[in-house]
């Protein structure tokens, strides 16, 4: 039994609370990633999990067993940090191998197991080298390495990838979901790259000054964000918003702002007539358009940034800046007209004083 709970739990430093009465249940094999920006909890949330942090309230439960006052040890987690904290002075063999040996394990089943993660993770011509003379992505699969040899319940990750330059970074990625794949280890992983989370997440908990602002599949966090943060936290480029007021019109709505109005059926929206709202509209959901076209954002090309097989375009619609991704062949010139378009299921409606949604729920 490997499942995660934790109920009610709470942390503060004096008379500072960082963790807010948080709820959350991780069942067993699955891969859930803390999101969120600098600040918000995640690494700390995770080391109380770890036992690296005292849990000010609340508890917290692995496999069953309330863990809040066991040792690290005693807990059946291991952790990866974002600082491999390797020793340099040992050979690659004997850092992975460390915990086993204080543990007194004997020498032929740690040559055992060393040789059966290192041929995993593709260590094995590096077990008689030294850590600087591995690369960087070479020393964090060691430090992955060194927690599996445990066979743990839990794998722990703070930020393993954050001092990686990007092509690691993004091969990394690929090698923990991989491993992922075939240990089924219940993996609890904590980053602020979005990138990271939604291609590795089974599900993501996304944290705000230390409340749980959404926990979703990465599909469902991206298609139907519960708020206004996260709709602006999710998805790059960032989604447009456009701050509108909803009027009543026969079969349907109108939303007047950006200077222009706007129509929507409305049916899958809770709106009434007067209501100030957000409208989020992401820049892939904007599709180039003819003049007369319905729901038409339209200005000039302030800036384009070529992407490779897209372009984003930013232009100015009544006072507001709001960005277009699109094919690189429809990218326009710098300064010329643009006129953009959308389907309104790819609207996103949101209170302009509480920035809850105002999506209804979909029937189970």
């Not at 005693?74 to 600082?83: E, L, S, T």
């Not at 180039?288 to 375009?313: K, P, R, S, Y």
Request: proline letters at 4%; charged letters at 20%; glycine letters at 10%.
């Amino acid at each position: 039994m490997s499942a995660i709970v934790c109920s009610h739990v709470d942390k503060a430093y004096g008379a500072t609370t960082v963790i807010r009465d948080l709820n959350l249940a991780i069942e067993e094999h699955e891969f859930v990633v803390f999101l969120g920006p600098s600040g918000c909890g995640k690494s700390t949330l995770l080391r109380m999990l770890a036992g690296l942090e005292d849990i000010s309230g609340g508890e917290v439960s692995i496999g069953g067993q309330v863990v809040n006052d066991l040792e690290p040890g005693d807990r059946g987690i291991a952790m990866v940090f974002q600082n491999y904290a390797l020793y340099p002075h040992m050979t690659i063999f004997d850092n992975i191998a460390f915990g086993l040996k204080r543990q007194k394990v004997p020498a032929n089943e740690i040559r055992k197991r060393v040789e059966a993660v290192s041929k995993t993770l593709g260590l094995e011509p590096y077990l008689g080298r030294k850590p600087t003379e591995l690369s960087g992505g070479q020393q964090q699969r060691v430090a992955i390495a060194r927690a599996m040899i445990k066979t743990p319940k839990v794998f722990l990750f703070d930020e393993p990838l954050s001092n990686l330059d990007a092509k690691l970074r993004n091969h990394m990625r690929v090698e923990i979901a991989r491993l992922h794949q075939s240990l089924k280890t219940t993996t609890v992983y904590v980053t602020h790259d979005q990138l990271e989370a939604m291609t590795l997440a089974d599900r993501i908990v996304l944290l705000k000054d230390g409340v749980i602002e959404q926990i979703g599949s990465p599909a469902e966090i991206y298609r139907r964000p519960g708020n206004l943060f996260v709709a602006g936290f999710i998805g790059t480029p960032n989604m447009n918003f456009i701050e509108a007021t909803v009027g009543r019109k026969e079969g349907g709505w109108t939303l007047t702002g950006a200077g222009t109005v706007l129509s929507l059926e409305g049916s899958g929206f809770h709106l009434q007539h007067g209501d100030r709202v957000v409208l989020g509209i992401r820049p892939p959901d904007l599709k180039t358009a003819e003049a007369g076209t319905a729901n038409l954002l339209q200005g000039t090309a302030d800036l384009i940034e070529f992407h490779g097989n897209d372009a984003l375009v930013t232009f100015g619609s009544g006072g507001k800046e709001i960005s277009a991704l699109v094919p690189a062949r429809e990218c326009p010139e710098l300064r010329a007209p643009v006129r953009y378009s959308f389907e309104e299921e790819s609207v996103h409606l949101f209170d302009a004083e509480t920035g809850t949604s105002l999506r209804k729920q979909q029937a189970s």
